[in-house]
């Protein structure tokens, strides 16, 4: 008897150990399409050995995106419940899938997304209160069990059963955030285009709990950055490489990537992959969720302000990269209108501390962008005079000056082609080393069955041999020419904007729908 006791207690220590945080994750959707369907499923099979709530959330009801999110839950969520029932007859436990999809309305004081995030926040909020009342009450009921069997003269050993079955059957029917004693800790914010690692949540969750123990929970979220390509399929072919649009998106993100390079902590944040503690978000730690209500556009600008001015720190996964082939229907006309908002999101803020912090990156990428176009169209206006003069005078003897600073301009633009080359080179590496552990480790847990989602390192290898370098060069030029332009526009002559079909205005920092 003691040993079997003390057997059950080794297991449900061991069970403990190997129980992960529940999170919770919104995905704030509109529209759908093949592509984006793929980007659902990367998300919906993941590896994590901990329970996973999935929150779809769509503006209106007609949107299509709802529809295809509902059929996607009946195909892969339910799909998982026969080989979750395996799992926990194998190792004792089983990592719980739920996913449903939920409608927000129309943002009025807030952008669309925004307002998409915080609905599904509350849903998750809500069911882990209803979960956690219901613990409670059941706890409640097996205590009064146990006072009336202690009345009526049952045993302590058969009273310890009884609890432990009505125990174990409440947490097998609930269909809430919290099983097992395992109380919803994250809530993951993602985008519809954002192609998962199975093992993505796994690898931000571990980062947010390793800085829980090394500096008490300093970090405010843990984030991942895209890795863009020119729009085609997976195959690596070259047809959709001549929609230069995509290589002038792929330049201006290209430049933000450097500073997500710097080890396990960035400055900055991507809004298409945030990882809060729930309890945080909620009690409007830093005063996110009050920047979010109170005329929020930028999500991600809004975090990256608040973390620097409450010194709370951001982690940045190594793995946590990905790729993210362009739309290849992309026109000019599109990059501009994104263009656009991007410029208008950095003249957006919540208090004096966002405004500077915001207004100073402007002042940033219209200085650098004055310079670098300055540069390069009198080196190569040098370099034209140089050729012209070279021409005239080749049948008498040439003392033109060489133009030595101008050659060195260009070839400043070569080094910084080729370096920005190599870093894709590493990151596509990077892609595929972890595309394939995963897939090595879900090979092992499936015991062979295969598994749907598309193969991230895949992508990113293709999408890579489709890059033509030159063009990269060319468009950097043509972005930056333009920018100090659309900067001067935005902030001195526009105070409107349309994102994803609605009309937003700005005034004193905040924006508003525009009915």
């Known amino acids: 008897m003691k040993?079997?006791?003390?057997?059950?207690?080794?297991?449900?220590?061991?069970?403990?150990?190997?129980?992960?945080?529940?999170v919770g994750v919104v995905l704030p959707v509109r529209g759908a399409s093949g592509r984006t369907t793929d980007n659902w499923r990367t998300q919906l099979n993941t590896t994590y050995d901990g329970d996973v709530s999935f929150v779809f959330v769509v503006e209106k009801d007609t949107d299509e995106a709802k529809r295809e999110a509902e059929r996607l839950i009946a195909l892969e969520v339910l799909r998982r419940d026969d080989d979750d029932e395996e799992e926990e007859k194998r190792v004792g436990r089983a990592r719980r899938r739920s996913a449903r999809v939920v409608v927000s309305g129309s943002a009025e004081g807030c952008s669309q997304k925004i307002a998409q995030q915080l609905r599904g926040v509350e849903e998750l909020a809500a069911a882990a209160a209803a979960a956690g009342k219901k613990?409670?009450?059941?706890?409640?009921?097996?205590?009064?069990?146990?006072?009336?069997?202690?009345?009526?003269?049952?045993?302590?050993?058969?009273?310890?059963?009884?609890?432990?079955?009505?125990?174990?059957?409440?947490?097998?029917?609930?269909?809430?955030?919290?099983?097992?004693?395992?109380?919803?800790?994250?809530?993951?914010?993602?985008?519809?285009?954002?192609?998962?690692?199975p093992s993505t949540i796994g690898s931000l969750v571990r980062a947010m709990e390793k800085d829980e123990k090394e500096t008490g929970g300093n970090a405010l979220l843990a984030?991942?950055?895209?890795?863009?390509?020119?729009?085609?399929?997976?195959?690596?072919?070259?047809?959709?490489?001549?929609?230069?649009?995509?290589?002038?998106?792929?330049v201006y993100h290209l430049v933000l990537l450097i500073p997500f390079s710097h080890?396990?902590?960035?400055?900055?944040?991507?809004?298409?992959?945030?990882?809060?503690?729930?309890d945080d978000f909620q009690a409007n730690a830093c005063k996110v969720k009050e920047a979010y209500e109170n005329g929020g556009y930028s999500d991600d600008l809004i975090v990256a302000a608040a973390a620097n001015r409450e010194k709370r720190s951001i982690l940045c996964p190594g793995d946590a990269l990905f790729p993210l082939p362009l739309d290849p229907k992309q026109t000019v006309g599109h990059f501009v209108n994104y263009f656009h908002r991007q410029i208008f999101v950095n003249d957006t803020y919540f208090d004096r501390h966002m405004k500077c912090i915001n207004?100073?990156?402007?002042?940033?990428?219209?200085?650098?962008?004055?310079?670098l176009t300055c540069g390069t169209v009198s080196s190569a206006i040098d370099v034209a005079l140089w050729v012209r003069s070279l021409a005239?005078?080749?049948?008498?003897?040439?003392?033109?000056?060489?133009p030595t600073l101008a050659f060195a301009v260009f070839f400043a633009h070569f080094l910084a082609v080729t370096r920005a080359k190599k870093m894709y080179a590493s990151c596509v590496s990077l892609c595929e080393r972890t595309a394939d552990a995963d897939a090595a480790a879900a090979a092992a847990a499936s015991r062979g069955r295969q598994t749907l989602p598309p193969d991230a390192g895949r992508v990113a290898r293709a999408g890579f041999n489709r890059t033509n370098w030159f063009k990269v060069w060319l468009a950097l030029c043509i972005v930056y020419a333009a920018a100090p332009i659309l900067c001067a526009h935005v902030v001195l002559l526009s105070n409107d904007v349309t994102w994803g079909g609605i009309r937003y205005r700005k005034r004193r920092g905040k924006v508003s729908r525009v009915v």
């Not at 040993?3 to 529940?22: F, G, V």
């Not at 863009?228 to 792929?250: H, K, L, P, Q, R």
């Not at 396990?264 to 992959?273: A, E, L, S």
């Not at 005239?392 to 060489?402: L, V, Y």
């Open 223 to 250: 984030t991942g950055y895209p890795l863009d390509f020119v729009g085609g399929g997976v195959d690596g072919g070259e047809s959709s490489s001549s929609c230069f649009a995509n290589y002038m998106t792929m």
């Open 3 to 22: 040993s079997s006791t003390t057997s059950e207690k080794e297991q449900q220590q061991q069970q403990q150990q190997h129980q992960q945080p529940a």
């Open 135 to 197: 613990r409670v009450r059941v706890e409640r009921d097996v205590d009064e069990d146990e006072r009336k069997n202690d009345e009526r003269g049952v045993g302590s050993a058969s009273a310890e059963k009884y609890r432990r079955r009505r125990s174990r059957r409440s947490r097998t029917n609930t269909k809430s955030p919290e099983r097992n004693g395992r109380v919803m800790k994250y809530v993951l914010f993602l985008d519809d285009d954002v192609m998962l690692y």
């Open 263 to 278: 080890g396990k902590y960035t400055k900055n944040v991507w809004g298409g992959c945030m990882l809060f503690r729930l």
């Open 359 to 371: 207004h100073g990156m402007l002042l940033a990428m219209f200085l650098s962008s004055l310079c």
């Open 392 to 402: 005239t005078s080749s049948s008498q003897k040439s003392t033109t000056r060489t």
